[in-house]
């Protein structure tokens, strides 16, 4: 049995390709290519989605980063916190705004670690990113008492994470902007690349609107020099038709992760992460900790299941951070350095069966039975 990590082929099957290729001929028989008619639609329907006043849509996840602490007015000289164990894209956002990224450990959950933020702030500190990874939610309550405390901006880096709550309220609702991506492996996807902003300050939607599109008021006026970041209408168009079956794929995504759970649960060499009832994660990544990480990982892979590691080197040790001159070293943030000896990401995704999820807790059992 083979059990690829990526479930496009199976997603994109023919007749979703015929369904989805229809609808985009009549957007090109309409020449309606910039900022069409979809785009409005779907940002309305993000909006509703995700329980806040606005949202924008522009060309990526990082655009939707960027463009959020840009339009918060942060640049140069600024600091950003954010977490060690994220994808590198947060990092990249923080410094191509032109501020210095400022990095947090994580707790047991794989989040953000709280307790270490204050120890992080600055007098340059002007925003979070808290990174609700994997499709888990962080600790809103916590960051917004802080945040508010010492006037800090939140962005939520919600790329994983559409359609979480946490006690029902939705990613992207929680701070003063939320990104998501449509990158074609996240759970809301695309053909290619998208993203979105939320945001429920109607100041910070105007300049957005702006930013994204050359600051154009109208054709020939710009109220400020900026940027094109705009969302494709074709991507529109596939994103309003994935965005049907969203609560088909987060409520699989869920279903598998709790077969996951109570079976290698079991597993006295698995450590799974906390779960709690307040928390609907949505599982783009499943992620546990293992014993024996890297031999579990070969066994794995030789018996067909494409496990993975996200990440095995966090951010402060990348090439990347020596590169920008960050103070870091080995030993900074302990949690993170040692999950990321230990942690393994299982394959989980709407398409996968019942059968091959079975084959996967079987072929672990089978490892650390050997
Ligand atoms: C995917 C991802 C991004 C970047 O999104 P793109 O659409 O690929 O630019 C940022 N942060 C996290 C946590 C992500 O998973």
Not at 34 to 49: D, N, P, S
Not at 294 to 303: C, I, M, P, S, Y
């Amino acid at each position: 049995m083979k059990i690829p990590f990526s479930y496009l082929s199976k997603q994109f099957d023919d007749r979703t390709t015929d369904r989805i290729l229809a609808q985009i001929k009549q957007m090109v028989r309409r020449a309606d290519f910039t900022l069409g008619k979809e785009v409005g639609v779907f940002e309305k329907k993000i909006a509703r989605l995700c329980g806040t006043r606005y949202a924008v849509g522009v060309m990526s996840g990082t655009d939707a980063l960027f463009l959020s602490l840009k339009a918060l007015g942060i640049g140069l000289g600024d600091e950003v916190i954010t977490t060690v164990n994220t994808f590198f894209a947060t990092a990249g956002a923080i410094v191509i705004a032109g501020a210095t990224p400022v990095f947090v450990d994580v707790g047991t959950d794989y989040l953000m670690d709280v307790s270490k933020i204050e120890r992080a702030i600055t007098k340059r500190t002007k925003a979070i990113i808290p990174v609700h990874w994997t499709g888990n939610v962080c600790d809103m309550d916590a960051i917004r008492r802080i945040a508010k405390q010492r006037n800090l901006f939140i962005v939520e880096d919600a790329c994983q994470a559409i359609d979480a709550s946490y006690r029902g309220k939705k990613t992207g609702s929680f701070g003063d902007a939320g990104a998501f991506s449509m990158h074609p492996l996240k759970n809301l996807n695309v053909w290619g690349d998208g993203g979105m902003i939320t945001t429920n300050s109607r100041a910070l939607y105007a300049k957005l609107l702006l930013m994204r599109n050359h600051g154009l008021v109208d054709r020939n006026t710009s109220a400020l020099y900026a940027y094109n970041a705009r969302l494709s209408t074709l991507q529109a168009v596939v994103a309003l038709d994935v965005l049907r079956t969203l609560p088909d794929i987060t409520k699989r995504r869920i279903a598998l992760a709790r077969f996951y759970d109570k079976e290698l649960g079991r597993i006295p060499h698995i450590t799974l992460p906390p779960r709690s009832p307040e928390k609907k994660q949505v599982f783009h990544l499943y992620i546990v900790q293992a014993k024996k990480r890297d031999g579990l990982l070969a066994w794995l892979v030789k018996h067909g299941v494409d496990a993975k590691i996200h990440y095995p080197l966090p951010l402060h040790l990348q090439p990347a951070s020596r590169q920008l001159g960050l103070p870091y070293k080995r030993g900074d943030f302990r949690v993170a350095e040692a999950q990321a000896t230990s942690i393994i990401s299982l394959p989980l995704h709407q398409h996968m069966t019942m059968r091959e999820a079975k084959h996967i807790v079987d072929s672990v059992k089978a490892f650390y039975a050997q």
